[in-house]
Structures are given as C-alpha cells and as structure tokens.
C-alpha cells in the first residue's frame, strides 16, 4: 500500500522558514514526478511546487524565489524548503506522487494526509 506522509508544518512568523518532509511507502517514486500542492480556506488546491524524476523543478508564480524543492531518491523522500514566509502562504499543505501507470501528475495521483502552514504576521 502506498503512503505519502508529511511532516515539518507548523506556526512560524511572517519571514520565517519551515522545511516540510514527504517520506514514501510502498513503493519507489524515483522515476516519478512529484509534487506540494497546498489549500487555504476557501481556496481550491493549487500546485506549489513540483519537481521530475531529473530534479527538475516548476512553482507557482507566488512563491518563485522563497520556496525550493528537492528530492532524495534513495530516501524515497521530498522536500520543500520555505523561506520569507507570509501570511498568504497559510493553508494544508499536501505531498503529491504521481499515480500507477503515470509519470506525471495526473487525476490518479497518490496524496498524503496533509500538513498546517500557519504564517502568522
């Protein structure tokens, strides 16, 4: 069974940093493309940050420059560093792999249970 599990949310201060972690389960995502989605009330889920199999990485307009994804393969694990937070930045913030039979994410992607970003200011 495949398991996306984040950890590393929290409170932290307008212009703080949080490192949020993705450790995967049950199956090996280096081949995969994987992803941050995040949720603030409200809002629908939009993609963060997503980074390919190559490491190579996209995010959204909103956060170029201050976030930074990486991936571990052997850790089977990914990262998403946060820097220069503000207080929009605030919502669940989701860990994304690509599902069975994809490369990319698609509508059969695998989540993980979500983790709180509180950016107070």
């Known amino acids: 069974q495949v398991q996306l599990v984040e950890s590393g949310g929290g409170l932290v201060q307008a212009g703080g940093s949080l490192r949020l972690s993705c450790a995967a389960s049950?199956?090996?995502?280096?081949?995969?493309?994987m992803g941050w989605f995040r949720q603030a009330p409200g809002n629908q889920r939009e993609l963060v940050a997503g980074?390919?199999?190559?490491?190579?990485?996209d995010y959204a307009d909103s956060v170029k420059g201050r976030f930074l994804v990486f991936r571990d393969n052997a850790k089977n694990t990914v990262y998403l560093q946060m820097n220069s937070l503000r207080p929009e930045d605030t919502g669940v913030y989701y860990c994304?792999?690509?599902?069975?039979?994809?490369?990319?994410?698609?509508?059969?992607?695998?989540w993980g249970q979500g983790t709180q970003v509180t950016v107070s200011s």
């Open positions: 980074i390919t199999k190559d490491s190579s990485t």
């Open positions: 049950g199956r090996t995502f280096s081949s995969s493309r």
């Open positions: 994304a792999a690509a599902g069975p039979g994809e490369v990319d994410l698609g509508a059969r992607m695998y």
